[in-house]
């Protein structure tokens, strides 16, 4: 009985391990899709609720009587920036720089993925909301006019996936802080600017804030579960590339 006790614990020992990796894989999936469906289903509320059309286009009219060319430059200038055929080019030539600059595919593809994925996401949520956009009827002031649905916004979806992804792969060491200002200050300018423009609703782009950080992390989460050759890439940090373990020149 002694001699099997030790064996039987270093077996359950040895099967924890993987069992709590996998538990924590499937949070990492689960609890970000949880997520994103409730912002679908609040969607699909807030379009069939009159009183949430009236209050967003309450706000939207306070923020018109604000109007300056100064924020007119600025949020027309992220409009273009934010654009899906700016987005398209923004990524194709960080991830090719990444590739070059790298010379190994994984972590150009991962920030593609990150980058990519929930903004693309987007327009299927929008196809399953269908919530029309501000009607440029009520918003006499309205600075641009644009088509298709409205929640969530497209524009402030890549804002928030291009900063989270630009901060999961690069953001370490010197680019950390500047990237995790990034982060913050380029989804919330977009969100604004989205509004301001009267191309949205406030709780479109409110919306839209939460399901991007889901859809990247839902990404990342399922990046990590298919391919586990990831963790040799910088994808949450430094030193996970055994490349990137070298020695100080002065320990040689």
Do not use: C, Q
Request: no cysteine.
């Amino acid at each position: 009985m002694t001699a099997t006790t030790p064996r039987r614990t270093s077996s359950s020992h040895a099967d924890s391990g993987p069992h709590r990796e996998g538990a924590a894989t499937a949070r990492a999936i689960v609890l970000p899709l949880t997520v994103i469906l409730l912002v679908i289903l609040a969607g699909l509320a807030i379009a069939a609720s009159p009183a949430v059309t009236a209050w967003d286009l309450g706000v939207i009219r306070a923020i018109e009587d604000a109007r300056t060319p100064f924020l007119d430059a600025v949020t027309l200038t992220d409009s273009v920036l934010f654009s899906p055929v700016a987005a398209l080019l923004i990524v194709g030539l960080i991830s090719a720089a990444t590739w070059i600059a790298r010379r190994r595919l994984g972590p150009a593809l991962a920030f593609a993925a990150l980058a990519l994925l929930p903004w693309l996401g987007s327009t299927v949520v929008k196809d399953i909301v269908r919530r029309p956009r501000p009607l440029s009827a009520d918003l006499p002031h309205h600075v641009l006019t644009d088509t298709g649905f409205s929640f969530p916004s497209g524009h402030t979806s890549f804002a928030v996936a291009l900063a989270l992804a630009l901060l999961i792969v690069f953001g370490h060491g010197r680019l950390r802080r500047p990237l995790i200002a990034f982060a913050i200050l380029a989804p919330l300018v977009t969100a604004f600017s989205r509004v301001y423009l009267g191309v949205h609703n406030p709780t479109d782009v409110v919306a839209s804030l939460v399901y991007a950080t889901a859809a990247v992390l839902l990404v990342l989460g399922v990046l990590r579960a298919i391919a586990p050759a990831l963790e040799r890439f910088p994808l949450i940090g430094p030193g996970l590339d055994p490349r990137d373990r070298r020695e100080p020149r002065s320990a040689r």
